[in-house]
C-alpha cells in the first residue's frame, strides 16, 4: 500500500501479483474507504469488483492499495475520480481487452498522471 498524507484522495485497488488496477475510486475518509471493500459487505456486493476481491481472497490474496493523487479540497474529488476513470479506460483499452463497465476497471499500473 502507498501512503497518502491527506484523507481526501483518488485510489486504485491493484492485483498485487499483476500491479494490474482492478478499480478506481475515492476517499473522504482515508483508507478506511478502500479498505471497507474487503469487509463483511464484500459478501453481498455483487458487482464486478466484489466477485474480482473474492475471487483475491479465494486465492489467499488481498488487493493493494494505490493512491492515485491526493487533494485538499474535498470539491475536487469527483473531477479527480472521472479524470483516473478516464486515464485507466485509455490505457486499458492500449493494453488489454479487458474492461467491461466503470466498475470494472482494469489498466496497467500507471502512477504517472498525464
Excluded at 48 to 75: C, F, H, M, N
Excluded at 80 to 103: C, K, N, V, Y
Aim: charged fraction near 30%; charge should be neutral.
Amino acid at each position: 500500500m502507498s501512503g497518502a498524507t491527506s484523507e481526501l484522495f483518488i485510489y486504485g485497488l491493484a492485483d498485487p501479483r499483476t500491479d494490474v488496477v482492478h478499480y478506481i475510486g475515492k476517499s473522504k475518509i482515508g483508507f478506511r474507504r478502500p479498505r471497507n471493500h474487503g469487509n463483511y459487505l464484500l459478501w453481498i456486493d455483487r458487482t464486478p469488483k466484489g466477485d474480482w476481491v473474492r475471487q483475491l481472497v479465494a486465492d489467499g490474496v488481498t488487493y493493494r492499495i494505490v493512491v492515485l493523487e491526493e487533494t485538499s479540497r474535498v470539491e475536487d474529488l469527483d473531477s479527480m475520480e472521472q479524470f483516473w476513470i478516464a486515464q485507466a479506460r485509455g490505457r486499458s483499452e492500449e493494453h488489454t481487452s479487458e474492461l467491461q463497465s466503470p466498475d470494472h476497471l482494469v489498466c496497467r499500473l500507471l502512477l504517472e498522471k498525464k
